[in-house]
């Protein structure tokens, strides 16, 4: 058989990346073809167990299990698809009935253990420590049997157990439970002996009841819902500890890189909310399988999980119409906190276990947002501070203890290798850092995992141009230079200048790495509607006094940035690197402190009564800042006056 | 076609009447057949349209609707079984499709205003005075369109009019929204041009929204559920007004007479608890139809139902397993109030309507009772109050500013005309009333609508019994007096005595109507669980001193009781007959005062708190009291001092 025709891709996740099917090996060797390197101690022989994967889509197709697969993995987990690596490999036989539409139908999840570190999402965050007090408690009790001096119900008998047993609840204390639970509740207690754990939750509603004690058990997923990846933690409520992370793309890409894309097909029809809606919920499935299945965690032991997003995020995974936040004036269903059900939303933990979605300050602030100020904990700053989550969708936040303005900025996903010539995600073989000999022009650069060289991403992409301007090959209106357009590095194609960061031997790609000069203006319009957003969202505060003595980089971007870099190219303003603060996936940590610490929700939504939300397009200045902010650092030098070097270059 | 040997059995509802079908005549005609007098102002020939019945089960096999039917009727109402009772008959040709086992499948509705009086089921009650201060308010908003400058999301915009317009909300009040109705929030309030009602609960949660001003459309029902009858009231929530009223024999009914074949009945296969509220449901789906029609309410604008009825009912319409009800030592699952989505009950109100149910006290004390303290609010009286809800099963109350016991007696359901020879419930041609001349012992009766009699009811057993013992046909152990039976009215069947009521020409039936011995021990019995109980109940407060001040007489019973009888046969202590009130259904009336002010809801569990509950049965005196208040009035004379007829009646 011919695979190369039946053009059959088969998706590996969450490396994102795909490979089209040309022989029937096991998967463990199509790895090693992309590169793609993987733990295995026996080096693919089936002896040592290791290389467990997942396939998510397409198992039908592959050859039943072998003996060696048999032996390490448990009957349940080989239903579910899960698989050694290096013995699975897709059965050509059955090919045939494989319909020509299918041909992505093949996903395969690399568990984070089997990766070699190369391609881990950020999933990490600076945690600024927080106290333990979960809206979920579990109580173990001995319930005494009814008799005919004593025949209370066996609800009330339930909840005065509990009073004797635990101070948490006063004795006047009113608890109630979920209704359908009642209905299990005596034959739970009889089938137990009357020895039970029961789950309650807020201090106030039992929505779980157990056999014996397993007080233990108790469990959460903080979710992180990004437009491009979604980020899971498997969290133990009684004392915080993190059991597993697991982290997807966000399969909603596959109907439209950014939310104004997945806004228009919600718009097109209804419903397609439906559709996307399914696929994010899929995506949250599928990570609470993976990271239970890591730790060895019932799911029905999984009682809350927290969600933030982005407002679009937050309303597909509602199920709500976000079609009003893509049209002026970009009016959410809602803004603040919720909580629902988890059967409401179709998710798969305990049966009457509940989600609390965090609010969303407007169209374009959304729930991530909360989750940066929750766990930058910006409003206990003295000095005025400037956070900036940098995404697919870039939010700027600006407060202290006593004002919170926040906005939103269209920068693209420029930072995130997208519509770059050889942009990339940060992965292995990502170019991360480069210098520039000011003399030779010559490139030092370094590559994550010290791979050779497959493309540029973010981080890279911020060094070559703050490079590029002190080596004078750019202007500070972002043109290349005239009179350095002789040099060997400095080529022209289709019209428009390139400079080359890495040779054509250097690569892995068979070509030169590239910046070209559209790349240049990319970066340029995300740059300058960061900044124009800050001074704008400044501004706004309405006391010129003020200045931004501090500033937060968020996101996965603003992680691994050269946070000198970023001032030089005048994407964030010009203070000194100490008052600089990278603090990682801050969204996802302020999801984990939802769950962890319940009076984070009554401050998320104080936060929403507090921040002022800024619109920044709307505002008269935002043209004239905008266009100011495109020049590097900016029109005006006086705003980087510790930024010397840009006397020597040329602003046209 | 021989249509007596079908076997087709036809229900008339709510009376309880059943004919075997003979002839196709119209329903009508059926009906006078049975001497059902119905309102008809053209007397049956189709010009009035006054005689509408509902044809609850079999329409199929009616004939299609008349011409004179669908002028009267719309082709709604036609579809749903609604027909005029002159024009509708069996269709003989269709019934060949009849299954052997269907024969009972014919039911048919007689609306309340059809029939003249006779079969009416006591749906009022004693009304103390209620303020309105309900669960459920309606708000007409006319809410700001957003803007640029006022990008507010739809929910906090409601929100923001609904503190603007009106005093029930303070600034600073958190108020929720049902989840899945947040979805159609968007469309409602575009659609509608931002001029909406929306229906609040306990000043917290949205649980409606319409377009429009549709505030005075604020509707709920009381439910009454006895074992043997539903009845349901359709109440205006703003003004406490009934709307209208229906009733229902309680489908359980074919599944077994009493709560206890019924427990059994569930024991036996825990899916017949689904049997059993399925019919309950339907019963009051049914109930809920016939009176939003009546009163022209679109069942869409009922937003909460409140709910009384014994432990069993409670736990059946809930799907709560009862079985360790039926069980030693008696546990319900639940005692406290509840509120449950009335979706989670299959009632078909508003989608989103909540149903509130009141507490049970025990296995054998329900909400009816609970339903009883309210509406009769003995929690305010002085003295010392008794009060008797007599149905199916007896409760029994004691209590005044400062105390409160309750407990349950197993009457039976004698007083109901159940294991009377010649019982039969409070419906036209009942002997409801008599009085024997103690020289001829001739007796001058009275019937229900001064039909013909047909049989004896409970208030006519009464009067029978203390009549007897007047005219010394009885002694006191309720044995006939061996001095009498020479009498004509005396007679001896089965060799057992019996005292002829009605003689054989004056009654319908073509035989006399006599009292037998057996009648008389099961009056006995009844009573002298009601006095033990009594004085059981009173004893465990614990203060001989304690005395019973005044009486309430609750439920059909208690209504048309002569208490003056009821006190001389020793079935209700001896106190002045002024004391002693007659309340009608109380717990009905319970049920009303709990959807018109949420507040009783709150006294409903500090009753629950407060009320002693006594296991009358399992007391160590219960046998010897028993024994001796099964003496007419009671074995001491000294407890019926004020009953100076005794003297003369024997003892054996």
Redesign the interface.
Known sequence: MDLKNKNIIIDFEPISRRVLLSSDKPIYDLLSELSVPIRSICGGSGTCGKCRVLIQSGKEYFILPTSAEKEFIDQGDLDYGWRLACQARIDTSKLHLLEKTESSKFRIFLPNELLLEDFKILTGGLNKGINIFPAIKKYYLKVDK???E???????RIIEELKDTSKDFSKNAQLD?Q??L??D???ILRESKNEITIVVRNNKTIIACEPGNTVEDNFGIAYDIGTTTVVGYLINLNNGRIYAVASNLNSQTAYGEDVITRLTFIKNDKENLNILNSAVVNDLNEIQNIICSKANVDPSQVYEVSIVGNSVMHHIV????P??IGL?????????G?N??TK?LNLNISKYGVAYIAP?I??FVGADTIGVILSSKIYNEKDLTLAIDIGTNGEIIIGNRKVLAVGSCAAGSALEGAHISNGMRAAAGAIDSLKINQETLDVNFSTIKDKKPMGICGSGLVDAVAEMLKSKILTRSGNFNKELINQERIIKNDKAFEFIIAKKDETSLGKEITITQNDIRQIQMAKAAFYSGTRLILKSLGNSKLKIKQIFLAGAFGNYINSANAKFIGMIPDIAGENIHQIGNAAGVGAQHCLLNVELRNKAEQMLKKAK?I?IA?KEEFQKEYAEAMYFPHHNLDYFPNLSEYKNIRKR
């Open positions: 009814p008799s005919l004593d025949p209370q119900a066996d609800f009330e439970i209704f359908d009642l209905k509740l005596p034959n509602l199920g709500l119409d079609t009003n002026s004036p970009f009016v959410p269903v809602i803004q603040r919720l629902v059900p409401s969303v407007s169209g939300y619109e709307v």
